[in-house]
């Protein structure tokens, strides 16, 4: 399957390339992001290893960011194989590498945000969609994040490339629910990476991307009990996925559920490809 890039040669090209290109009218992004679906398409159909695959499309659908982004898709296919390199790992290696793509960083405008102008859209979804969900923070945290999270950027309408600046990191203290930190470099890359691994081993965390599993393989309303007995193997596991895939398929309701689950479009068009 991998081999499938070569069939569209701009899924290989740099985010200035593609940027210059949709600026010159020679391929629009657009036209870049529909053969990135046909290569997810491609890859989903033929591929020997249907687990990863099906968690790959799980995972690229929680940590969402847009194929037909106006910006975002310059780094779109890059993000994608950041997210099925990591789909079958722990939790936390995957929440650090997307919450700091370039991709994510464009699409949630973290890309923009500064110690002077913090932008508040990649905390809030960080915490509200990709970790402890609704109910779990309030508004102080979100800002408190927000400034976290500051210092990531990507060189927009430039090179197109990514990294960290220092100067843009907002120091002083900080605190999001029952994380503290003094934040006193102006480096707050390992300040980031601490702060997601506090997030991704969150009871919180656990139990919801726990049912959300159990949502995907068993049922729209699976039991408490199953919600919180992956969520043990969860942080048991220091957040590694495959040992709470494995306790899902091992349970009863998981084995009581077959031909219960609707297949969305896209899973019943490789479905159909593949018999």
């Given amino acids: 399957p991998s081999g499938f890039g070569s069939w569209w040669p701009s899924l290989s090209r740099g985010p200035k390339e593609l940027w210059d290109r949709q600026a010159q009218e020679v391929e629009g992004g657009w036209v870049v992001m529909q053969n990135y679906q046909r290569l997810v398409l491609m890859r989903r159909t033929v591929s020997q290893r249907q687990v ?21 898709f310059t780094h779109r296919a890059a993000y994608g194989s950041v997210v099925r390199a990591r789909a079958l790992g722990r939790f936390e290696d995957l929440l650090v590498a997307v919450t700091t793509h370039p991709s994510m960083l464009i699409y949630l405008d973290g890309a923009r945000s500064t110690k002077a102008r913090p932008n508040e859209n990649l905390a809030r979804e960080l915490l509200e969609l990709h970790t402890v969900g609704r109910g779990a923070y309030g508004e102080d945290d979100v800002k408190a994040s927000a400034r976290i999270l500051t210092g990531w950027w990507v060189d927009l309408f430039g090179s197109w490339e990514a990294g960290y600046r220092p100067e843009a990191h907002a120091t002083g203290p900080v605190r999001v629910m029952d994380f503290a930190d003094d934040n006193t470099s102006p480096d707050g890359r390992d300040l980031t990476r601490r702060y997601l691994s506090h997030l991704a081993h969150h ?71 593949r018999a």
């Avoid at 990863?52 to 975002?72: C, R």
């Avoid at 919600?227 to 193997?233: E, N």
Wanted: glycine letters at 4%; charged letters at 25%; hydrophobic letters at 50%.
């Fill in 52 to 72: 990863a695959e099906v968690m790959t499309e799980f995972w690229e659908n929680h940590f969402n960011v847009p194929v037909n982004g106006d910006l975002a």
């Fill in 203 to 273: 009871p919180a965390t656990a139990e919801r991307i726990c049912r959300k599993l159990a949502v995907k393989f068993v049922s729209d309303e699976p039991s408490e009990a199953l919600v919180a007995s992956l969520a043990r193997v969860y942080l048991a596991n220091d957040t590694a996925v495959v040992p709470v895939l494995r306790a899902l398929v091992a349970s009863a309701e998981f084995r009581a559920a077959a031909g219960r689950k609707v297949r969305d479009p896209g899973e019943d068009i490789v479905a159909t490809y």
